[in-house]
């Protein structure tokens, strides 16, 4: 049995008193629920962040859930089932076939694009001499 708490955006668990979190129950669900996990209920999504096991609490967070086909020109690697991004995508290589999304648990595959644009800005402009004819001047008629 797990008591199931649910968090909104603003605080974290370990801000949380056991009483507290009691306080903001979910559910209580007959099957054991931990860390990592994801789970559906009453239609919503939800992943579990943290838990206490000695007190059998998890605690976890709502998430959205979709199929979508792909997402392009995100700034980080983006899940394309519950659209949240992979915070350090910086790190990864170039591509994965195989990427597990910490939110969601589901399976998908990245590239990364890179595009490279070049800036120039004026320092100096160089002072160009007029030149000065010797003698006859030819005319380019």
């Known amino acids: 049995m797990s008591k199931i708490c649910l968090l909104d955006k603003t605080y974290h668990s370990f801000d949380k008193t056991t009483e507290e979190l009691l306080k ?9 629920i931990g860390c990592g996990d994801q789970f559906q209920y009453k239609g919503k999504f939800y ?11 998890a605690v976890c967070r709502e998430f959205k859930y979709e199929d979508k086909t792909d997402y392009c020109n995100e700034g980080e690697i983006t899940c394309p089932y519950c659209g949240l991004p992979k915070m350090d995508s910086w790190e990864c290589g170039e591509s994965e076939e195989r990427e597990i999304c910490d939110v969601c648990g589901s399976i998908f595959s990245w590239e990364r694009e890179v595009e490279v644009t070049y800036y120039s800005k004026p320092i100096q402009k160089n002072e160009l001499k007029e030149l000065t004819p010797q003698g006859q001047e030819v005319s380019h008629e």
């Open 24 to 32: 903001i129950l979910l559910v209580e669900s007959k099957e054991k």
């Open 47 to 57: 992943t579990v962040e943290s838990s206490r096991p000695k007190e059998d609490i």
